[in-house]
């Protein structure tokens, strides 16, 4: 109820407090904090309360005799009392259920399937407890020590899934055992056949075992018949675990609504279309590096659960893992913390620190043998081989580290396509370089390995052209030309319009004060960057960052750009001029970003960005009005669709902007579509989902304050006296 009435708190204040306002059926139900993991993370400390005396109170108070001499068997005996104890656990369902449907007139549209397959994790995971419990009780005739060794036993199918992570056979059987986080599926919404049978036999394994004592009390057997009994019990559960476990035997429920547990149609296409070939992921990993703890054989399992999304659909992927130490970017840090030591002496402290093997680790002599990961830096990687093509996988520097559905899509579409889209940046006039990380250049969108976004990451190749030495390649998609700063040459200035006339796609980033270099170019295509530059002057920032906002036109390049332009986001352009264009070039253009006319205005005169506040002068030529930044243009050359984008400044794509605006604007989905569109949509591979729709909820903060006192004070006093008048009858006869 308390988060409920935070929504209802939310929706009440309006404004940016609905943003936050999504996926509420995770939010108040299945997420971190959500009413089933605050239940399910105190049932350890109910059921062996409930369980204890199941079996110890009947030797206990000698009631066993007369069971024995039941009619019954004791199989029956058994089974009967842990189908009571699991009766009795559907009330505990119940109850949580009751605020399952009042979910489901508190949030709209409150995703059904997610509560359901929800409600069977919590029922699946009682049903352990009380065959746990059940077992336990039947040890001793104590039911204190009967509910603490109960505890016992849950910490340790708790905590065994960590280890002996370091032998891979029993690495599989203690990771299989392991009763931590085998209800996150369900939690989300995800139903496997390997969760459902791990609970099933884990409780049938607890109630043989049951069975089995309580039989040994009553039989007179050897030492070595009563220890195979249960040797067979034990091992019959962890077989059929293990081979129903395997990726090729799992089935999958995905409950949710948008089937967020599932990949999305694209990524599933491109998974599908590898078919029965091999593949290969061979993990790399560097002890040096700082992503080194992901590839040690304890984090084994949990790196191959990142991948069950893709074995799902092809469940003969191969995984190989090679762990070896060299050298790194920044070594000269390492050689700091461990001074005086070689390469070979740090990497063996590092283990040492790390609590790992050192001798399974290759040398660097050892790895070079195998493969050159100097192009990687070195760095944690996976290799991906499919039939006679390899391509690399890489994490990343950010809070996800792993790639996502969008980066491993693109991989495997590498490993398939014989040609990819190439983007080609012009060099030889001081244009921004693709391989430096300063202020103005741009590595970190087109060729830095470590960001999630970068081109290369999402599937393009990425490459340099100097036109005084070289002709622009035939099989490019796009070429880029990006503020120079010289005047190109006669013989560069040719090539350049021959590849425009044969129907080339180009991107031309221009600057304000270089409009005589690029203007020479733009003008056979009825483009003109307008003289001096457009201000907009703001109490936080300096008058030459300028907030372009996007138009219609841009949002139908990207479904996040889209998105952005629903969100009425903006463009940070620092230091751009406005375009003007004509409709006599053949060419139809249309605005991609324009200019706010009632925050800025096009000066003529130059101006210093730390100077007094800046003012409009009609004197001096300055011109109000909205111009245009950024503008499309598209003609038809023969059987091709030619696609030209042009923008008036050129740092709204470079690492300095992305960097430090990264959040609260368009900068990087509008420089990431404008890419998309040069190469028609073929990459970045659109993996994004629909919107959820539970983001609001029906109920105000009065009426959730009523409805907890119902829920709080009113159904327990309600409970407490429907269950005192039943016992004070059951008493009374």
Request: charged content about 20%; aromatic content about 10%; hydrophobic content about 45%.
């Amino acid at each position: 109820m308390g988060l409920i009435n935070n929504n209802a708190r939310s929706q009440e204040m309006g404004g940016r407090a609905l943003e936050y306002m999504k996926e509420l059926t995770d939010r108040v139900y299945t997420g971190k904090g959500g009413l089933f993991n605050s239940v399910m993370g105190n049932l350890y400390l109910y059921i062996p309360l409930l369980t204890m005396g199941l079996i110890s109170r009947e030797i206990n108070g000698g009631t066993i005799k007369l069971l024995y001499s039941s009619p019954v068997t004791v199989s029956q005996i058994v089974l009967g009392k842990y189908l009571a104890i699991m009766i009795y656990s559907l009330i505990l369902v119940f109850i949580v259920g009751i605020f399952m449907v009042a979910g489901a007139f508190h949030i709209v549209h409150v995703d059904f399937g997610m509560l359901m397959s929800a409600a069977l994790g919590f029922y699946l995971l009682l049903a352990v407890y009380s065959a746990i419990g059940l077992f336990m009780s039947s040890l001793t005739t104590y039911q204190v020590v009967a509910a603490l060794s109960t505890f016992v036993m849950i910490g340790i199918l708790s905590y065994i899934g960590d280890v002996f992570q370091d032998i891979d056979f029993v690495r599989d059987i203690t990771y299989f055992l392991s009763l931590s986080g085998r209800t996150n599926h369900m939690l989300r919404g995800l139903i496997t056949s390997k969760d459902v049978l791990y609970f099933i036999l884990i409780a049938y394994m607890f109630v043989a075992l049951t069975i089995y004592k309580l039989k040994a009390g009553r039989e007179s057997l050897s030492f070595a018949v009563k220890t195979g009994r249960y040797a067979a019990i034990i091992i019959s559960a962890l077989l059929v675990g293990y081979i129903s476990s395997r990726p090729a035997l799992i089935a999958y429920l995905d409950t949710t609504a948008n089937k967020n547990n599932t990949l999305t149609p694209n990524a599933q296409h491109i998974v599908e279309e590898l078919g029965k070939d091999k593949l290969e992921i061979t993990v790399y990993n560097n002890l040096l590096d700082s992503h080194a703890w992901l590839g040690f054989p304890e984090m084994r399992n949990r790196y191959l659960s990142v991948w069950e999304y893709y074995t799902r659909f092809k469940p003969d992927i191969e995984f190989k893992f090679v762990n070896y130490y060299d050298s790194i970017p920044d070594i000269n840090n390492m050689k700091m913390q461990y001074p005086g030591k070689n390469l070979e002496q740090m990497a063996q402290l590092q283990a040492k620190n790390l609590s790992v093997d050192f001798k399974m680790f290759k040398s660097p002599a050892e790895i070079h043998k195998i493969i050159d990961l100097k192009p990687e830096d070195n760095r944690f990687v996976m290799h991906l081989k499919y039939k006679n093509k390899s391509t690399f996988l890489r994490v990343f520097d950010d809070q996800q580290i792993f790639p996502s559905e969008t980066e491993v899509a693109a991989a495997f579409k590498r490993l398939m396509s014989a040609k990819l889209p190439k983007i080609a940046f012009l060099t030889g006039d001081l244009e921004r370089d693709i391989t430096k990380i300063s202020d103005r250049d741009y590595a970190i969108l087109s060729n830095a390995p470590t960001f999630r976004n970068s081109l290369v990451n999402q599937g393009f190749d990425v490459d340099t052209v100097a036109l005084d030495k070289q002709d622009i390649p035939s099989g490019i998609s796009t070429l880029v030309i990006a503020d120079p700063r010289t005047a190109f040459s006669a013989v560069a200035l040719a090539k350049i319009q021959a590849y425009i006339a044969k129907g080339g796609n180009l991107l031309i980033a221009g600057e304000p004060g270089k409009q005589s270099v690029l203007n020479p170019v733009l003008s056979a295509l009825g483009i003109k960057l307008m003289d001096g530059a457009i201000v907009q002057p703001s109490p936080q920032f300096s008058a030459d960052l300028v907030l372009s906002e996007l138009t219609a036109t841009a949002a139908g390049f990207s479904k996040p750009l889209a998105k952005n332009y629903k969100d009425s986001l903006n463009t940070i352009m620092k230091g751009v001029t406005g375009i003007s264009y004509t409709s006599t070039s053949g060419f139809n253009v249309k605005p991609l970003l324009m200019s706010n006319k009632d925050l800025s205005w096009l000066k003529m005169k130059k101006f210093v960005t730390d100077s007094a506040q800046l003012v409009f002068s009609a004197a001096e030529g300055d011109i109000h009005g909205t111009f245009p930044t950024a503008v499309s243009l598209t003609r038809k050359v023969g059987n091709k669709d030619q696609r030209i984008i042009v923008t008036g400044d050129a740092n709204f794509m470079d690492n300095e902007i992305l960097k430090r605006y990264s959040g609260g604007t368009s900068n990087f989905t509008f420089s990431t579509a404008v890419y998309s569109w040069l190469s028609e949509g073929e990459f970045p591979i659109d993996t994004t989902r629909p919107d959820a729709i539970d983001n609001r909820v029906t109920v105000t903060m009065d009426q959730v304050a009523m409805q907890k006192i119902i829920f709080v004070w009113i159904l327990p006093a309600l409970l407490l006296a429907f269950a005192s008048v039943l016992l004070i009858r059951r008493k009374r006869k």
